[in-house]
């Protein structure tokens, strides 16, 4: 009798786990969590907002494919003092990085590129690179040379194929095209592989990748491939005019007050950087790598590719922004004990934005935490909200 009772509870939980990522309520009993710790979220988002420290905040936590509490405090934007509201939409800034790579790893699942591809097999750009075998310290009479070896999809993937941040143009660009064309310009400050240095140009290449390979804009393809799929609908490299009243405004931290910026429109999808979004369609995209590639039945990677993704390459580098991590495909890794300060678990994966942009997912709590607000990265640089936000949701797990 007692075997029986166990395998129908454990038959339950699988049909539970197996149900829809349902957003449009919360449950957080369902999620096992503590709604009176819960509800202190958003008060603690408030206070920072009344400091001045940020405009508004939109937090999410879901757990066991639940979702256990969605706020939204503050402003959307302070001059016209408009409401930040729960689906308003955010410049991502970084957090597009994992998405681009999971582009990337669609095309792996198809067969039609392999991580230990050289990158000048798709873009002739990479052909020709040289190394500085003096590193940073350039100008000291070392003559470039020929890397050991090519650079390879993996190091672009994980910050480690020695690119620097960003190669200038004459002229801005105005195609994916153009902007990864100026590779051919860069000289590597250090040999594929040996050393981590995070580069926005190396993230942009993959996405050419992905037009080179798959014969589509980069921008379309993500569209296709994983927008419309787990029903990200408000997600857009460019908002649509009927939407653009929900863009949240950007803003700086300074001592008299937060400044608010201009943001240029795009002249072409940014795969480092340049998509918008919705908290709740990031939790989406997060949810689906949590059930290892599948969202509400549809499957968009391999559970292999979701572990390739969220495994960390870089050894004991020093990598990432935080302490106690490595560096996976767009995602920083919690890889020991000194990277769980916020209340995550070593194997967590994370990411985040310029803009105070951030999300994450803490498999051994079966936990996504999404943080969206639009400060740039001034006033000291702190991350006292996302520090909150996260021990806070992770406080409030009762079972």
Same mark, same amino acid.
């Given at each position: 009798?007692?075997?029986?009772?166990?395998?129908?509870?454990?038959?339950?939980?699988?049909?539970?786990?197996?149900?829809?990522?349902?957003?449009?309520?919360?449950?957080?009993?369902?999620?096992?969590?503590?709604?009176?710790?819960?509800?202190?979220?958003?008060?603690?988002?408030?206070?920072?907002?009344?400091?001045?420290?940020?405009?508004?905040?939109?937090?999410?936590?879901?757990?066991?494919?639940?979702?256990?509490?969605?706020?939204?405090?503050?402003?959307?934007?302070?001059?016209?003092?408009?409401?930040?509201?729960?689906?308003?939409?955010?410049?991502?800034?970084?957090?597009?990085?994992?998405?681009?790579?999971?582009?990337?790893?669609?095309?792996?699942?198809?067969?039609?590129?392999?991580?230990?591809?050289?990158?000048?097999?798709?873009?002739?750009?990479?052909?020709?690179?040289?190394?500085?075998?003096?590193?940073?310290?350039?100008?000291?009479?070392?003559?470039?040379?020929?890397?050991?070896?090519?650079?390879?999809?993996?190091?672009?993937?994980?910050?480690? #194929?020695?690119?620097?941040?960003?190669?200038?143009?004459?002229?801005?660009?105005?195609?994916?095209?153009?902007?990864?064309?100026?590779?051919?310009?860069?000289?590597?400050?250090?040999?594929?592989?040996?050393?981590?240095?995070?580069?926005?140009?190396?993230?942009?290449?993959?996405?050419?990748?992905?037009?080179?390979?798959?014969?589509?804009?980069?921008?379309?393809?993500?569209?296709?491939?994983?927008?419309?799929?787990?029903? =990200?609908?408000?997600?857009?490299?460019?908002?649509?005019?009927?939407?653009?009243?929900?863009?949240?405004?950007?803003?700086?931290?300074?001592?008299?007050?937060?400044?608010?910026?201009?943001?240029?429109?795009?002249?072409?999808?940014?795969?480092?950087?340049?998509?918008?979004?919705?908290?709740?369609?990031?939790?989406?995209?997060?949810?689906?790598?949590?059930?290892?590639?599948?969202?509400?039945?549809?499957?968009?990677?391999?559970?292999?590719?979701?572990? #390739? =993704?969220?495994?960390?390459?870089?050894?004991?580098?020093?990598?990432?922004?935080?302490?106690?991590?490595?560096?996976?495909?767009?995602?920083?890794?919690?890889?020991?004990?000194?990277?769980?300060?916020?209340?995550?678990?070593?194997?967590?994966?994370?990411?985040?934005?310029?803009?105070?942009?951030?999300?994450?997912?803490?498999?051994?709590?079966?936990?996504?935490?999404?943080?969206? =607000?639009?400060?740039?990265?001034?006033?000291?640089?702190?991350?006292?909200?996302?520090?909150?936000? =996260?021990?806070?949701?992770?406080?409030?797990?009762?079972?």
């Amino acid at each position: 009798m007692k075997a029986t009772v166990l395998l129908l509870l454990a038959s339950s939980l699988a049909g539970l786990a197996a149900g829809p990522f349902v957003l449009d309520k919360t449950d957080p009993v369902a999620a096992g969590m503590n709604p009176e710790r819960l509800a202190r979220i958003p008060v603690r988002m408030k206070e920072f907002v009344t400091a001045g420290m940020t405009a508004g905040v939109v937090t999410l936590v879901a757990r066991h494919g639940h979702l256990a509490r969605l706020d939204a405090v503050g402003y959307q934007d302070l001059e016209s003092k408009t409401p930040m509201r729960p689906d308003t939409i955010f410049h991502l800034a970084s957090v597009t990085k994992p998405v681009t790579c999971a582009g990337i790893m669609i095309l792996v699942d198809e067969g039609r590129l392999s991580l230990i591809d050289p990158v000048e097999k798709y873009l002739p750009e990479f052909k020709d690179l040289k190394v500085n075998p003096c590193g940073t310290l350039a100008g000291y009479n070392c003559a470039a040379i020929k890397p050991s070896r090519p650079v390879n999809i993996l190091d672009l993937m994980t910050h480690t #194929s020695g690119l620097p941040g960003s190669v200038s143009r004459e002229t801005p660009p105005s195609t994916l095209a153009e902007r990864v064309s100026a590779v051919g310009r860069a000289t590597l400050l250090f040999e594929p592989g040996t050393a981590w240095n995070y580069s926005n140009i190396g993230i942009a290449a993959l996405g050419r990748i992905i037009e080179v390979v798959s014969g589509q804009p980069y921008d379309q393809f993500l569209a296709e491939r994983i927008f419309a799929p787990v029903e =990200m609908l408000d997600t857009f490299f460019l908002v649509p005019r009927e939407k653009a009243s929900r863009v949240a405004s950007v803003y700086t931290y300074e001592p008299a007050g937060l400044k608010r910026v201009s943001i240029p429109e795009p002249k072409y999808p940014a795969p480092e950087g340049g998509l918008l979004s919705t908290a709740t369609d990031m939790a989406r995209f997060h949810q689906m790598l949590l059930n290892k590639g599948t969202l509400n039945g549809k499957r968009i990677l391999s559970a292999a590719a979701v572990e #390739s =993704m969220t495994t960390s390459y870089t050894g004991s580098m020093k990598a990432g922004f935080a302490p106690g991590v490595g560096h996976g495909f767009g995602f920083e890794v919690v890889r020991e004990a000194l990277g769980t300060f916020r209340y995550n678990s070593i194997g967590s994966y994370v990411k985040g934005g310029a803009y105070r942009t951030y999300g994450w997912v803490d498999p051994a709590k079966d936990l996504v935490g999404i943080i969206f =607000m639009q400060r740039t990265n001034g006033g000291g640089d702190t991350a006292d909200e996302i520090n909150s936000f =996260m021990a806070m949701a992770a406080a409030a797990i009762e079972q």
